[in-house]
């Protein structure tokens, strides 16, 4: 479902146009809003809109409203049927979030409401066709979670649960050759252990890709820097990581051509029971057509000892090329006080997790002006 037609689908609960394609973004970008990012999407100051807005919501119990300090109201999107409505009937962003994770989803919506120019990937549906589908990422390189159900114990693998922004610019004829953006949402984090674990996350899709900018997005600036800083020392890591398995690579490889090359010439004397299974399993091994093109350029080599560049194509990890930017969302958030990242894990770990992560924490006073569905 395009968003085009999910507003279609909000206009018919009765929302107007402005305000259906407002619900649109903020149930994609995270399912929480404040009165003045909904003014600032309307262009003027919210006064008897936002109460109309509000007033629908409710009626239609399509929204709670979570009180903050100062008084700030939080409005949730949090009703199943409306998500249901949209195509997202399991969009995690409906259920309740401890603070820091509600603070991450406002920020990530300020940054999309400040960027509407660029195409967003903002459902797992819509990142899986297109790093899965579009570009053949294999499902075990993108970033996942295991959720286990508390009734059936079933297991569900979900899929870029951080929701952090991710978005395409154009610069080819084809949506494969979009240039790819990736933020990290820092909702006010004391270290870099959560941004630390984000790159561990994403660097097996990373490896697949010819370039991309990931983009350090807060409110604050203490550690944009030191986040760029770790960024390339993690870079450095994995090119270093890289070189040292081409290295080995190479070395089995002229060993794997020299003995092929004495047994397909009938030089069996050198051979023993060990080195023929070795040489067949590697011949398995090493059957893919880049392989055997690389034998056939080592056998007609004109040096005598067959010293030719037998490295196969350079590992994708060894040319990461990526950009990295920062961007502070220079709003107010003080009315969540003083709050950490810690006491909600960031999601996408490549690994299972047994439960998901706990409602809002005690920074609120819930004023549930309608049910959650």
């Known amino acids: 479902m395009s968003d085009a037609q999910r507003v279609e689908v909000i206009k018919g609960f009765g929302y107007s146009d402005r305000e259906a394609r407002f619900l649109c973004w903020s149930a994609l970008h995270g399912g929480y809003f404040l009165r003045r990012q909904y003014a600032g999407f309307m262009g003027k100051e919210t006064g008897g809109s936002l109460a109309a807005l509000i007033e629908k919501l409710i009626d239609q119990e399509h929204a709670r409203t979570l009180t903050a300090l100062n008084n700030t109201k939080i409005y949730h999107l949090a009703s199943r049927p409306f998500y249901t409505s949209i195509g997202e009937p399991d969009n995690r962003n409906r259920r309740e979030h401890a603070p820091a994770a509600i603070k991450t989803r406002l920020i990530s919506l300020d940054f999309a409401l400040a960027h509407r120019q660029y195409n967003y990937l903002a459902t797992e549906r819509e990142k899986l066709n297109y790093f899965n589908g579009t570009l053949g990422i294999p499902l075990s390189d993108l970033p996942w979670k295991r959720y286990v159900s508390r009734k059936s114990r079933s297991t569900t693998n979900r899929y870029f649960v951080d929701k952090y922004?991710?978005?395409?610019?154009?610069?080819?004829?084809?949506?494969?050759?979009?240039?790819?953006?990736?933020?990290?949402?820092?909702?006010?984090?004391?270290?870099?252990?959560?941004?630390?674990?984000?790159?561990?996350?994403?660097?097996?899709?990373?490896?697949?890709?010819?370039?991309?900018?990931?983009?350090?997005?807060?409110?604050?600036?203490?550690?944009?820097?030191?986040?760029?800083?770790?960024?390339?020392?993690?870079?450095?890591?994995?090119?270093?990581?890289?070189?040292?398995?081409?290295?080995?690579?190479?070395?089995?490889?002229?060993?794997?051509?020299?003995?092929?090359?004495?047994?397909?010439?009938?030089?069996?004397?050198?051979?023993?029971?060990?080195?023929?299974?070795?040489?067949?399993?590697?011949?398995?091994?090493?059957?893919?057509?880049?392989?055997?093109?690389?034998?056939?350029?080592?056998?007609?080599?004109?040096?005598?000892?067959?010293?030719?560049?037998?490295?196969?194509?350079?590992?994708?990890?060894?040319?990461?090329?990526?950009?990295?930017?920062?961007?502070?969302?220079?709003?107010?958030?003080?009315?969540?006080?003083?709050?950490?990242?810690?006491?909600?894990?960031?999601g996408g770990a490549n690994g299972p997790t047994p439960r998901a992560a706990k409602g809002v924490g005690a920074v609120y006073a819930n004023s549930v002006e309608s049910r959650t569905t």
């Open 165 to 346: 922004p991710i978005f395409l610019e154009e610069s080819g004829d084809t949506e494969a050759d979009a240039n790819v953006s990736f933020c990290f949402v820092d909702p006010g984090s004391t270290t870099l252990s959560s941004f630390e674990t984000y790159l561990q996350q994403y660097i097996s899709l990373w490896r697949h890709l010819k370039t991309f900018e990931l983009v350090y997005v807060a409110d604050i600036v203490r550690l944009q820097a030191p986040a760029e800083r770790r960024f390339q020392k993690f870079l450095g890591q994995v090119r270093g990581k890289a070189e040292a398995g081409e290295t080995g690579i190479t070395q089995r490889l002229a060993e794997h051509f020299e003995a092929r090359f004495l047994y397909e010439k009938g030089d069996l004397d050198s051979f023993s029971r060990e080195k023929l299974v070795r040489l067949r399993n590697e011949t398995a091994e090493f059957s893919a057509p880049q392989y055997q093109e690389l034998y056939e350029q080592w056998k007609t080599s004109e040096h005598s000892d067959k010293n030719v560049n037998i490295v196969p194509n350079p590992s994708p990890a060894g040319l990461l090329t990526p950009k990295f930017s920062t961007c502070l969302v220079a709003r107010d958030y003080s009315f969540f006080g003083s709050i950490s990242s810690r006491g909600e894990p960031p």
